[in-house]
């Protein structure tokens, strides 16, 4: 394990390419796609086809590590869920860039942006929102607004972005949920819904080259892992652990 077990339930590195156009709806180009990607990641066996539109390509549900790519309109996702280390899951996302464009006809033109989400989850059986708010917003002006009161806390999920100081085409977006919804991070699967920790790392605007992908996904990861360590942990991760310890 990448050692995050210690901390949260789950954990998943998401990737995301974002597109201007919608990509093909067409049986051939998906399933060749797919059937190219399995070659690769022999464990990518499950086809799926959901409500909102859509379509994935999915390993066992039942394993405790779980990996998947999805297609959307406008979008091209993967995800892993626990995977043994970062490198595992980097490699993964690696192949659907260098692999994805030619099946589905992207171009340089269509790119929107780029992002890998670090995602955690929390198992809490009591209010979530309460958690998150003594945990992250005890003595804070907007914690002061709520402490000291009989009132219940409903919603308390707070949200953050930056730009990086040192590279202004990377934005960073912090999010705390106390509710998700089915395929936002790829974690939610049996069980209650958990308290989820999100840091996304997005590189905006186009690209030169096809190519040029992989390399931008390298630097993505670069920031994330930074961050992760260096901000994420000590300052979210670990007062959420040891609220949760205290019950």
């Not at 990509?23 to 464990?43: I, T, Y």
């Not at 953050?160 to 705390?176: R, S, T």
């Amino acid at each position: 394990m990448t050692g995050f077990d210690a901390l949260c339930r789950d954990f998943c590195v998401n990737q995301k390419l974002a597109l201007k156009m919608d990509l093909p709806g067409a049986r051939e180009p998906v399933l060749d796609l797919f059937g190219r990607l399995r070659k690769d990641m022999p464990r990518l066996a499950n086809l799926e086809r959901y409500p909102d539109g859509e379509v994935a390509l999915e390993s066992g549900e039942d394993d405790r590590d779980f990996l998947w790519v999805s297609m959307r309109q406008t979008s091209l996702k993967s995800g892993w869920v626990n995977p043994a280390s970062l490198e595992d899951a980097y490699r993964m996302h690696r192949t659907v860039l260098e692999v994805a464009p030619f099946f589905l006809s992207i171009s340089p033109l269509d790119v929107s942006h780029l992002e890998l989400v670090y995602a955690f989850d929390f198992e809490c059986d009591g209010n979530r929102d309460e958690v998150v708010l003594d945990a992250l917003l005890g003595g804070s002006r907007i914690g002061e607004f709520a402490e000291g009161t009989s009132d219940t806390v409903i919603d308390s999920q707070p949200f953050l972005a930056l730009v990086l100081a040192d590279a202004p085409d990377m934005h960073v977006y912090l999010e705390v949920r106390t509710r998700v919804q089915r395929g936002e991070i790829g974690a939610i699967r049996e069980g209650g819904d958990p308290l989820s920790v999100m840091l996304t790392v997005r590189r905006t605007g186009p690209v030169r080259r096809l190519e040029e992908l992989p390399t931008h996904l390298a630097q993505l990861s670069g920031h994330g892992e930074r961050l992760v360590e260096q901000r994420l942990i000590p300052r979210i991760l670990m007062p959420l652990r040891e609220r949760l310890d205290r019950g």
